[in-house]
Every structure is written in structure tokens, then in C-alpha cells.
């Protein structure tokens, strides 16, 4: 048993099962966090011999996911997501080494902070949409956040424009999406018997009990048609010459590429729409939340925009350094959201020891980023939403603990490529959503104000079950703004 091992603390694992039935995988950061506050910074269990270990400060995660980064960034061997159904290609699931280097590099290239603006115009265009779908329809706001992240990431990546809500490659990435997150990943939290028993994998599909073989097989096909589709229309779009600036034609550039510099591009274009949708939904939904359960914040945030812009137009990314109260406002979000609570798992390459413990190789990482953003030792009543935590003169050490901006998009080698741009995105679309809407509790048939209650049901992003509130815009103005914005882009 592990336990023996001198390994760093956790619950008590059972024979053979280990710690099997103290796991749950729904809202598993809560179970995470209450490990914490009793074994301490480092919490360390197993299944069924595999070690699994939670990183629960901000200093644990440094020392292990970045200053030991060569050790500490691989991904777990994932036979049938990976392997079977092709998701080997998808840069969060690939193993560490060249080709996961190569993938990076080429993502680093293309959204590095140097190259954010060039996407302003994207970005200004869909969000100016999305708030004129709000005006029109504030009832379906989830679905228009989930048309906004879907089409802007489209917008990005393939310079694809989005124009209905049955538009076939936005069908085509929730197809994808719900591939992934309901069907390949969902049986016991992602595992399958072929993961733990791999020569499976070798047994022909027509065997009984190789069902899981024909699935894969036909999933396969709908991952691969889901990179294939857009990436086939921005060729063509080249070709014809009418191809927009985005993040693939920035890397084809205007040079013939090699088949093996196209078959990168085309993948790392896919994991982006894949990672970007259900992140932005988490963290969108919640700043409605937010605004709806803090209406003084969102009065504050309102005044500052006003006080710049005279309600005489909508703010710009420009105007980013002259709004430090909406600044807060968003990392305050990224903090009291934590959209991937727990990251996504790293895997341990070889044995190592910290703090005086042993942590056994292919024991799976999880940065325990609720509790980083929930820790009330850094963070004074963490479930209270408080931009104003933000504005405080504290010292540098402080400040680092206390910026969201260290933990909510992961760690070392393996951190969000796409924190730049999200930053942007997520900045102008809050800001304009401001500027030009408010938000209330919903009241019912009696007048009674409704509460919104948060419920979660997916394991990896939290994202909110569509709550009841009132979206209307702040004035005749502010629709008029928006309108000529909308038909401008
Ligand atoms: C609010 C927005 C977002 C948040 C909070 C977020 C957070 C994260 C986190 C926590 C990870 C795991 C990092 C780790 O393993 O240590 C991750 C990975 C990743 N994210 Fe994001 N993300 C966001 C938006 C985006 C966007 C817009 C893109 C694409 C443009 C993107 C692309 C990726 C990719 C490709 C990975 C996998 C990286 C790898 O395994 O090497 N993310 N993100």
C-alpha cells in the first residue's frame, strides 16, 4: 500500500480500493478543500494505487508545477480518450515532450500579449453582438454567453463569422464539447476498464465486451471531423483570398506550410475552441451572478465607466489603465468564480520527495485553485464578492498571493496559453456589459424578489445551472450605443 511509503498526508486508504469511497466527483474541490484544513498544504491519497495529490497554497504549486517543471508537467496516460478517440492531438491531453513543445511554442506565438491587439476587432465585433442579443432576448442569457464564447473563439481562431444560433461549426464545437465532456470523459470521472488494463486496447472491435472499441471508433470520427471542418473553411478562404485575420491564417502566414507545421496548427486551433467555451461560460455566468448579488459593486463599477465615458460612448481596451475599480472588478470575478477549481491533473514523471515526503511516480497533480482563491488567511471573508480587496496598498508579497491572475489559469509548463487573450476578452466584454446594462434579482407572479441559487453539475468547470435575473439596459441611450456599435462591426 502506498501509505507505507512515507507519502504526505491524506484520509486513510483501504486495501486494494485505496481511497476509493472518500471521493466524490461532483464539486470534488470542496471535498479537496476540507482535506486541506485538516492534513494541511499538501493532501495526498490513492486509487487503487495511484497516487493523487492536492497542492493546496499558492507556494506548494510553485515549488512542485513550476521550480520542478521538467518532472511535473506530464498528463496521464489516457488510453481511451486519448489513444482510441483520437484526443492525443488535443495539446491538454498530450504527454510532455517535443511534440507537446511544438504545439506550445506555436500557441505562445500566436497569443502572446504582443499579439492581442491585433484581435481587438474580433473581439469588439462579437461582444457588441452579444449585448444587442441581450437587449433583444434578456430571458436566454445563457444562451447567448454560450453563442458569445462559442463564436468568438470561431471568430478568433478560424476568422469564421458566427450569424445564427444553428450555425453548423457552432453545432459542430458543442458537438465536440459535449463528446468530451458527457460521454468520453464522464464514465467514473474519465477512467475506463482499457485505461487501467491498456492491452485492451488490442482486442478486436467485434469482440463481446469490446463495445468500448466501436464507440471509440465512432467518436474518433466526430473529434476528427470537429478540427477538420474549420480548419478545411480557413483554407479555403485563403485560397479564394477573402480569408479574415485570425489565429490560423496568422500562423500560415503567407508562405506554403509543411504538412506536419498544418497538422499542428489545425489541432492547436481545435484545443482552443475546446478550452476557451466552457471557461468563458463559467466565468461569464458568474459575473451575472455577481453584479445580480452585489448590486453596490456593480454601482461603483457603473459611475467609474460614466465618470470617463459620459455615457457618450462605449469604453474601449484603452481605457483599461483609467478604470482601476473595474480592473478589481474583474480579477475579483476570476477569484470568486475559480472557473477549473482543481486545473487540470499534471502527472509526476519520477519519484520525488518534498517536505520531507515521497511522492511516488505517476502520482496525478491537482492545484487545489479553490482553496488558493478561498483561503481566508489571504483573502478576508472569501464567498463575499469585495473588488475593493484589490485597492489596498499591500506589500509585494501580498499582492502576489492575492492576484488571481498567479493561480486561476494553472501552473508551469502547462499554464493557459490562452490567459492573454481571455484577460482582453473578458475585460472589454464586462466592461461594456456595464457601461450599458443592469442586472437585479428576478422578482415572481407576487412581487417576492427571488434569490439565485448556484447549482453545479459538471466536474471539471464551475459552471452555473441558468438562475433567474433581470437584465434591461441602463437607458434609451445606452441601446442606441450599443445598436450603432453592433451595425458598425
Ligand atoms: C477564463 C478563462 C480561462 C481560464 C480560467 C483558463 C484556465 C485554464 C487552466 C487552469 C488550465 C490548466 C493549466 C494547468 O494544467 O496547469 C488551462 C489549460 C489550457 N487552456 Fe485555459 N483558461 C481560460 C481560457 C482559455 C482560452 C481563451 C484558451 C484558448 C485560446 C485556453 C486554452 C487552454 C489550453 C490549450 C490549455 C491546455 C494547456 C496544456 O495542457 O498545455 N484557455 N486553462
Known sequence: LQRRKNTPPGPRPLPLIGNLLDFSFQRLWLRATAWADQYGDVVYLNLFGRGVLFLNTLDAAADLLEKRGPIYSDKPRMVMCAELCGCENIIAFARYGDGFRRLRRLMQSALGSGNIPS?????????????????????????????????????????YRVTTDDDPQLKRAEETLDLLGNHIASAGAGVWLVDVLPFLKYVPSWLPGAGFKRKAAAWKTVIERGADEPFQWVKNSMKAGNAAMCYCTMLMGKDAVDEKREYDIKWTANAMYIASIDTFLTTMSHFILAMVKYPAAMRKAQAEIDALTGGRRLPSPDDRAALPYVEAVLRECLRWTAPVP???????????????????????????????????AVFVDPEAFIPERYLEAVDDAIAKKRDPWSYVFGFGRRKCPGSHLADASLWLVMACMLATLDFEKATDASGATIEPQQEYNNATFRIPEQFPCKISPRSEHAMQLVQEAAVAA
Not at 444587442?132 to 454567453?145: C, K
Not at 519520477?350 to 483561503?375: C, K, S
Request: avoid cysteine; glycine fraction near 6%; proline fraction near 7%.
Open 119 to 159: 484581435y481587438r476587432p474580433l473581439l469588439q465585433a462579437e461582444t457588441y453582438a452579444f449585448l444587442q442579443r441581450l437587449i433583444d432576448t434578456p430571458e436566454n442569457y445563457m444562451n447567448h454567453i454560450k453563442r458569445f464564447s462559442g463564436s468568438q473563439t470561431l471568430s478568433i481562431v478560424y476568422g
Open 342 to 376: 482543481l486545473g487540470l491533473p499534471h502527472r509526476l514523471m519520477e519519484d520525488d520527495v518534498y517536505q520531507g515526503r515521497t511522492i511516488p511516480e505517476g502520482t496525478l497533480i491537482f492545484a487545489n485553485i479553490w482553496r488558493m482563491t478561498h483561503d481566508p
